[in-house]
């Protein structure tokens, strides 16, 4: 029998569906300050093959606001950076999952995001000189990038060993977990311990809001983005620009090295666009686009004696083509707290929502989550009605 903790008697019992980045990280914040039991319960898990379902593992990922005038997103990521510049620092509890290095972000006037970015470390503008074809204004700052696999298994085991319980089970509609407990959304029942009884649902389900049932969010919709993962550990510099559409979009051409060596370069913006694949046309367009924005992805050897390297010179790098959905929403990240009436006439249990993030589910991940954390506990501070 495993021992009791006396403290799990008295403490409320707090569901957290989805185990992406939203959800490991507020289950996290719900633990370790909210010091309640907690319960994850998703149908796909940090540890499991990459899967278009799944956006996290997809992510580029670095920290980078695109919050621009929007002061509570702004906010979000400014509190989230915090938390990873501290991570990240030598010695950092997940130093390893991070590399701190120089970014550059070229822009246009309709593509300026950078009055977010002010409070960066190191933050300047780009010299007249330095700035390359296609931009006419650019900042550097520090920040991090995040080696995404890596740092979904370190908070997925930070909350197992926090003592909190990871669940694989599909959820249908937020009833069944409320009514029933996680233990009615779970394949085999009788392997866990999980209290039936839960005293507030957390829904952390990325794309997944526009068809849960009770949730059915039809401002939630996908923005498609393909990259290309590949192995050039020479490269120590982060780099953005972004190019204005006649549409009034943007196209954003990216480098992201990471920690390992490998570097992710894209990349696509498509909304509604569903399909779940790398596109080989969009593959060599990327190539074509990071490389005239940083030509030093070419190994060394291609650029010897003044060498202009080609998309050539890329493909032995390759690893593998990727796309994920970006969990995009109509009116920004929604972090709000709703009652919902239970059919047995027991009352109401509080569901707090913290979904659609889009392109900055790692950006405002600790923001978001001490948010919605927080609604969590204003509500349970409520007696039980
Ligand atoms: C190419 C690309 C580059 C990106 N780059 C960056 C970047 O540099 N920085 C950044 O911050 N962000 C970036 N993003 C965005 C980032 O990946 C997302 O914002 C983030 O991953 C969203 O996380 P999430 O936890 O909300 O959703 P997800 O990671 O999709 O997790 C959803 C979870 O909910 C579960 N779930 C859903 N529905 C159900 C159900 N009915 N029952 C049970 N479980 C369910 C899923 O199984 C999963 O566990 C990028 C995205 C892409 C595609
Ligand atoms: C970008 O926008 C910020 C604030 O919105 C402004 O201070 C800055 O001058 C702009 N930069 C350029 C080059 O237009």
Redesign the pocket.
């Known amino acids: 029998m495993a021992a009791i903790n006396h403290n799990d008697l008295n403490r409320k019992h707090v569901v957290v ?7 490991l990280t507020t289950a996290i914040q719900l633990q370790e300050v909210g010091d309640y039991k907690v319960t994850i ?5 940090p540890s499991d093959p990459k899967d278009i ?12 606001s695109l919050a621009g005038n929007n002061e509570r997103q702004a906010k979000w990521d400014r509190d989230t950076f915090d938390v990873m510049w501290d991570l990240s620092k030598p010695g950092g509890d997940a130093e390893g999952c991070f590399m701190r290095l120089p970014q550059t972000e070229f822009f246009d006037p309709n593509t300026n995001k950078s009055s977010a970015l002010a409070h960066m470390p190191d933050f300047q503008s780009v010299a007249k000189d330095d700035l390359v074809p296609g931009s006419d204004a650019g900042v550097t700052f520090s920040t991090v990038t ?1 080696d995404v696999p890596k740092y979904l298994n370190y908070l997925a085991a930070r909350f197992l060993g926090r003592g909190g319980t990871l669940l694989r ?4 509609h937020i009833s069944q977990i409320i009514e029933g407990g996680p233990r009615a959304c779970i394949p085999s029942p009788r392997t866990t311990t999980v209290p039936d009884v839960v005293d507030a649902l957390v829904v ?5 809001a526009r ?2 049932g009770g949730v059915e969010d039809s401002n939630v919709y996908p923005i ?4 290309v993962l590949l192995r050039a550990p020479w490269v120590k510099i982060g780099c953005t620009i972004a190019k204005p559409t006649s549409d009034g979009g943007a196209i954003w051409t990216y480098i ?1 090295p990471r920690r390992s060596g490998d570097v992710i370069v ?2 696509t913006l498509e909304p509604n666009d569903w399909y779940p694949v790398p596109r080989p046309e969009t593959t060599e367009d990327i190539l074509k686009r990071t490389l005239a924005l940083c030509p030093e992805l070419a190994p060394p050897e291609a650029r010897a004696n003044g060498r202009q390297p080609t998309v050539a010179d890329l493909r032995p790098l390759i690893i593998e083509g ?6 995009g929403r109509q009116g920004g990240i929604r972090v709000e707290l709703e009652w919902y009436s239970r059919g047995d006439g027991q009352g109401r249990t509080p569901v707090i929502h913290n ?1 659609g ?9 600790w923001g978001t989550a001490t948010e919605a954390m927080e609604l969590v506990v204003a509500a349970l501070r409520r007696p039980r009605l």
Not at 41 to 45: F, H, K, Q
Not at 53 to 64: C, D, E, F, I, L
Request: aromatic content about 8%; glycine content about 26%; some cysteine.
């Open positions: 569906l989805g185990a992406g980045v939203v959800g319960v998703a149908d796909i898990l379902r799944y956006t996290s593992q997809w992510a580029g990922g670095h920290h980078v995040i089970g599909s959820v249908q952390c389900v990325g794309l997944g068809s849960l498609r983005g393909q990259t992201i894209g990349g990727g796309c994920g959905l970006r969990p979904y993030h889009a392109g900055y589910g790692y950006i405002s991940s």
